[in-house]
């Protein structure tokens, strides 16, 4: 249970209904008895993935993934254990137990994790320091030409790096050994000794969504060719650019204080700063990369609507089409605000003020209409070749939308453009056919992959037991021998739960068995969701048949082994009764149910 208690965990799982938080996720339809969507842990046309809420669990017919709700937080935050707990306590409001880790190897890497953390804040209360001081004056400077106020240099931590000697030096003074400079990212290391890896920058720190510094961004103060003007410290064990967005924190009080109907997403940390000084506070920078699906699910955690606020060139539009469509896949609406050529957020708040920005926000395209503006700039309209290609290309963009009055609508733009009839653009956008979508795989097939059939067998009652099919028979349950530990092991917990008189849930399974037995636990979730699953009281008498038929037929080989073997005759007839005895218990078991 990674250190905390059974109780704890049943409440939190209770305070955190898994359909509720899934579909913060994936758009879930009632279907049958269970909710269906398309999975996001794997593209897809055809929704295969299953939410049974009557067991508090996920499934995956196409990539087979399955969990409860704080396995499912896990793999879409991309947090470990602990982390994924404190996110559903916060969520259900439940305060964090004191944890208790058995395992020394975890304690050591909490203990670790911890004293980054804590270098970390202390290295950003230097830098906010620094700032105050002499020798900060170009920092000050820029801060004043960015026209950031007092108030939200204190807001965002501002800080400043004076060279590249003090940070190391300090850190030391407070303790901090070299191996942990290095390991929390500010402090690179050369021949042994410390550096401040944004030495000269001015100073903003990253601050994830539980307030803890994780990192540090530096951005030049004097633009130098050759020299990119935001550096992130380096990737570490609390840190990680592809699953981070700067200004969460201050984004995560806005939603709980106000809520939140959409997020601005721009390039720069300094943007970033600049627009909520400017009253945008919903604002978040994408760490100077390209979008990952990671950040789109933090995004899709506070909000369906995405503003794209990128700068106003043209190629780097271009560049960030693939990033729009990651968020587009994982279900978030996302609009590309058009800025003036050359201009960044920054510079449309400083010359036409906030109105000016929000109506770049009013005027912001839909992600396949901007996708046809950049088809439309990169082909040259002119040439009859350029032309076709454009038509072409716009055909296959168009084709993305589900709605025909869309279709239609944006087909008429490219007639527009290029003089074509519609009724030749719409055999372009239906010549391609589509490959049609692959069914979920059959059950039965799973099951046969999986083992044999002294496995299938067995997890069949496993199956009928754990969710209390009227056809199960507790008495043969406890007494069935499964040959596969796996089995055993499940089986074992599951009837002492059910010998104290205790509910066991199928979710609490992948706490305790998820990761030794995880493919397991999937096979079972999907004997529960797949719901042309026919098996029933004949399939299960069957699978207990040849359970006992295994039992008693490896007794027998045992017997045969000992008969050999014995020289004393007293002792081979005895042996001889014994598989006398078997022999007709298992005539006996053939003829039932004939």
Same mark, same amino acid.
């Given at each position: 249970?990674?250190?905390?208690g059974?109780?704890?965990?049943?409440?939190?799982?209770?305070?955190?209904?898994?359909?509720?938080?899934?579909?913060?996720y994936?758009?879930?339809?009632?279907?049958?008895g269970?909710?269906?969507?398309?999975?996001?842990?794997?593209?897809?046309?055809t929704?295969?993935?299953c939410?049974?809420?009557a067991g508090?669990?996920?499934?995956?017919?196409?990539?087979?993934?399955s969990g409860?709700?704080?396995?499912?937080?896990?793999?879409?935050?991309s947090l470990?254990?602990q982390?994924?707990?404190?996110l559903?306590?916060?969520?259900a409001?439940?305060?964090?137990p004191?944890?208790?880790?058995?395992?020394?190897q975890?304690?050591?890497?909490?203990?670790?994790?911890?004293?980054?953390?804590?270098l970390?804040?202390?290295?950003?209360?230097?830098?906010?320091a620094n700032?105050?001081?002499?020798?900060?004056e170009?920092?000050?400077?820029?801060?004043?030409?960015?026209?950031?106020?007092?108030?939200?240099?204190?807001?965002?931590?501002?800080g400043?790096?004076?060279?590249?000697?003090?940070?190391?030096?300090?850190?030391?003074?407070?303790g901090?050994?070299?191996r942990?400079?290095?390991?929390s990212?500010a402090?690179?290391?050369?021949?042994?000794?410390?550096?401040?890896?944004?030495?000269?920058?001015?100073?903003?720190?990253?601050?994830?969504?539980?307030?803890?510094?994780?990192?540090?961004?530096?951005?030049?103060?004097?633009?130098?060719k050759?020299?990119?003007?935001?550096?992130?410290?380096?990737?570490?064990?609390?840190?990680?650019k592809?699953?981070?967005?700067f200004?969460?924190?201050?984004?995560?009080k806005?939603?709980?204080e106000k809520?939140?109907?959409?997020?601005i997403?721009?390039?720069?940390h300094?943007?970033a700063v600049?627009?909520?000084?400017?009253?945008?506070?919903?604002?978040?920078?994408?760490?100077?990369?390209?979008?990952?699906?990671?950040?789109?699910?933090?995004?899709?955690?506070?909000?369906?609507?995405?503003?794209?606020?990128?700068?106003g060139?043209?190629?780097?539009?271009?560049a %960030?089409?693939r990033g729009?469509?990651?968020l587009? =896949? *994982?279900?978030?609406? @996302?609009?590309?605000?058009? &800025?003036? $050529?050359?201009?960044d957020?920054?510079?449309?708040?400083?010359?036409?003020?906030?109105?000016?920005?929000?109506?770049?926000?009013?005027?912001?395209?839909?992600?396949?209409d901007?996708?046809?503006?950049?088809?439309k700039?990169?082909?040259?309209?002119?040439?009859?070749?350029?032309?076709?290609?454009?038509?072409s290309?716009?055909?296959?963009?168009?084709?993305e939308?589900?709605?025909?009055?869309?279709q239609?609508?944006?087909l008429?733009?490219?007639?527009?453009?290029?003089g074509y009839?519609?009724? %030749?653009?719409?055999?372009?956008?239906?010549?391609? =056919? *589509?490959k049609?979508? @692959?069914?979920?795989?059959? &059950?039965a $097939?799973?099951?046969?992959?999986?083992?044999d059939?002294?496995?299938?067998?067995?997890?069949?009652?496993?199956?009928?037991?754990?969710?209390?099919?009227?056809?199960?028979?507790w008495?043969?349950?406890?007494?069935?021998e499964?040959?596969?530990?796996?089995?055993?092991?499940?089986?074992?917990?599951?009837?002492?739960?059910h010998?104290?008189?205790?509910?066991?849930?199928?979710?609490?399974?992948?706490?305790?068995?998820?990761?030794?037995?995880?493919?397991?636990?999937?096979?079972?979730?999907a004997?529960?969701?797949d719901?042309?699953l026919?098996?029933? =009281?004949?399939?299960?008498?069957?699978?207990?048949?040849? &359970?006992?038929?295994?039992?008693?037929?490896?007794k027998?080989?045992?017997?045969?082994?000992?008969?050999?073997?014995?020289?004393?005759s007293?002792?081979?007839?005895?042996?001889?009764a014994?598989?006398?005895?078997?022999l007709?218990?298992?005539?006996?078991?053939?003829?039932?149910?004939?």
């Amino acid at each position: 249970m990674k250190g905390y208690g059974e109780k704890f965990l049943s409440e939190l799982k209770n305070k955190n209904d898994i359909a509720s938080v899934v579909s913060k996720y994936v758009r879930l339809e009632q279907r049958g008895g269970n909710l269906w969507g398309k999975c996001p842990f794997h593209h897809e046309k055809t929704a295969s993935f299953c939410v049974n809420t009557a067991g508090q669990f996920f499934y995956c017919f196409g990539c087979h993934k399955s969990g409860d709700v704080i396995t499912f937080v896990r793999e879409m935050e991309s947090l470990d254990f602990q982390d994924a707990v404190r996110l559903l306590a916060e969520r259900a409001h439940m305060p964090m137990p004191d944890v208790q880790y058995d395992d020394s190897q975890l304690r050591e890497q909490k203990k670790r994790k911890e004293r980054i953390l804590t270098l970390l804040k202390d290295a950003a209360r230097f830098y906010a320091a620094n700032l105050r001081s002499e020798g900060a004056e170009k920092h000050i400077e820029y801060i004043l030409k960015r026209k950031i106020t007092s108030e939200y240099v204190a807001k965002f931590g501002l800080g400043a790096s004076l060279d590249y000697y003090g940070l190391p030096r300090h850190l030391s003074k407070l303790g901090y050994t070299l191996r942990e400079m290095v390991d929390s990212g500010a402090v690179g290391e050369r021949g042994g000794k410390p550096y401040d890896a944004l030495g000269g920058r001015l100073i903003i720190p990253v601050i994830d969504q539980f307030g803890s510094v994780i990192a540090f961004c530096g951005r030049i103060i004097e633009d130098k060719k050759g020299v990119g003007k935001y550096v992130n410290t380096r990737e570490t064990m609390v840190f990680s650019k592809g699953k981070t967005l700067f200004n969460l924190n201050n984004l995560k009080k806005v939603k709980n204080e106000k809520g939140l109907d959409s997020i601005i997403v721009v390039e720069g940390h300094m943007d970033a700063v600049s627009l909520v000084q400017a009253g945008f506070s919903n604002v978040v920078a994408s760490m100077g990369t390209a979008l990952t699906k990671d950040q789109a699910r933090i995004l899709k955690r506070y909000a369906d609507k995405v503003y794209i606020s990128y700068d106003g060139d043209f190629a780097g539009q271009k560049a %960030a089409v693939r990033g729009l469509e990651i968020l587009s =896949e *994982e279900g978030l609406e @996302v609009k590309v605000v058009s &800025l003036p $050529e050359g201009m960044d957020p920054d510079d449309v708040i400083k010359k036409q003020g906030a109105e000016g920005y929000k109506k770049c926000l009013d005027e912001a395209l839909p992600l396949i209409d901007f996708k046809l503006a950049v088809l439309k700039k990169t082909y040259d309209l002119t040439t009859a070749d350029g032309k076709r290609k454009y038509a072409s290309a716009a055909a296959a963009v168009i084709r993305e939308s589900p709605s025909p009055a869309e279709q239609e609508d944006l087909l008429k733009q490219v007639r527009d453009s290029t003089g074509y009839t519609f009724e %030749a653009l719409k055999r372009e956008l239906y010549s391609a =056919e *589509e490959k049609p979508a @692959v069914p979920p795989p059959n &059950l039965a $097939e799973t099951a046969a992959d999986a083992g044999d059939r002294l496995a299938m067998a067995s997890r069949f009652v496993l199956y009928a037991c754990i969710f209390k099919k009227p056809y199960a028979d507790w008495e043969d349950f406890n007494s069935l021998e499964f040959p596969l530990p796996v089995h055993a092991a499940l089986r074992d917990y599951v009837a002492e739960a059910h010998g104290r008189g205790e509910k066991v849930n199928f979710s609490d399974l992948f706490e305790r068995f998820g990761e030794e037995y995880g493919a397991e636990l999937s096979l079972l979730a999907a004997m529960e969701t797949d719901e042309r699953l026919f098996y029933g =009281e004949t399939y299960y008498a069957d699978c207990v048949k040849t &359970l006992k038929r295994a039992a008693i037929e490896k007794k027998l080989q045992l017997l045969y082994s000992r008969y050999d073997g014995e020289k004393e005759s007293g002792q081979r007839r005895e042996i001889a009764a014994e598989m006398q005895s078997l022999l007709a218990e298992k005539q006996k078991l053939e003829r039932q149910g004939r």
